[in-house]
Nanobody
Framework: QVQLVESGGGLVQAGGSLRLSCVVS????????MGWYRQAPGKQRELVAL????????NYADSVKGRFTISRDNAKNTVYLQMNSLKPEDTAVYYC?????????WGQGTQVTVSS
């Protein structure tokens, strides 16, 4: 059974940093991409950052470019999201996601709250 478990969220002041981790257990075959999404109250879930399997290229939402960095450690089955220069508008529940051709796998989410 596949499980994605996020951690690292919390309360931080504007300008601060957090690092989110997503530990993947179980086997996922032919992964296409791994990413982080977020959902703020009253808003739709949106893509924050994506890393493509194979080549390792990355994509970021315009709102986080230059501040957030997605990375992975295959040996630890972990995907990270380093978040710097946090803003109050980054407040949301952050979800880890892994995609293959057949399925989207999601974690339970971790709350990030940025105070002004």
């Amino acid at each position: 059974q596949v499980q994605l478990v996020e951690s690292g969220g919390g309360l931080v002041q504007a300008g601060g940093s957090l690092r989110l981790s997503c530990v993947v257990s179980g086997s996922i075959f032919s992964v296409n991409a791994m990413g982080w999404y977020r959902q703020a109250p009253g808003k739709q879930r949106e893509l924050v950052a994506l890393i493509i399997s194979g080549g390792g290229s990355t994509n970021y939402a315009d709102s986080v470019k230059g501040r957030f960095t997605i990375s992975r450690d295959n040996a630890k089955n972990t995907v990270y999201l380093q978040m710097n220069s946090l803003k109050p508008e980054d407040t949301a529940v952050y979800y880890c996601n892994i995609q293959n051709a057949l399925h989207d796998y999601w974690g339970q989410g971790t709350q990030v709250t940025v105070s002004s």
